[in-house]
């Protein structure tokens, strides 16, 4: 599983078949605000034994995804990911200070591990952070 954020233009859009307004800061479950987002932070799984990538979740975030709600989103990802039968083995983000700062606190959680390793439900996930360039 991985994760990365990108920025977006700012703006609304209204949905007259559902009546809703989108563009704003949306953590889904009900973690919305009334700020106007300008970042989406992807989900995204890669098959091991398939060359396929497929997007998992997106949410609507302002600046970036504060660490502690990072941490939850990533382990509420993989939950939902092992309910369908997938197992996360591994996951991978980029090396900013949000994702550093959520990573750790889930090793530090999970016994800080020596080997990079956060505990889901029972099941070990190695962590990777890498240095993207673009």
Request: glycine share 6%.
């Amino acid at each position: 599983m991985a994760c990365d954020e990108m920025a977006l233009r700012k703006g609304l859009f209204y949905d007259d078949t559902r009546d809703v307004v989108h563009g704003f800061v949306d953590y889904e479950s009900g973690r919305t605000t009334g700020e106007v987002a300008d970042h989406a932070l992807q989900v995204v799984i890669n098959w091991l034994r398939k060359p396929l990538k497929e997007a998992v979740a997106t949410y609507f975030t302002r600046n970036t995804c504060p660490s502690k709600v990072l941490k939850v989103l990533i382990c509420e990802n993989i939950a939902s990911l092992q309910r369908l039968g997938i197992i996360v083995k591994v996951y991978v983000c980029d090396q900013g200070s949000t994702n550093r700062s959520a990573v750790r606190a889930l090793i530090e959680e999970s016994g800080g591990t020596a080997d990079n390793s956060l505990i889901v439900n029972g099941v070990k996930v190695f962590a990777f952070l890498i240095n993207l360039t673009r």
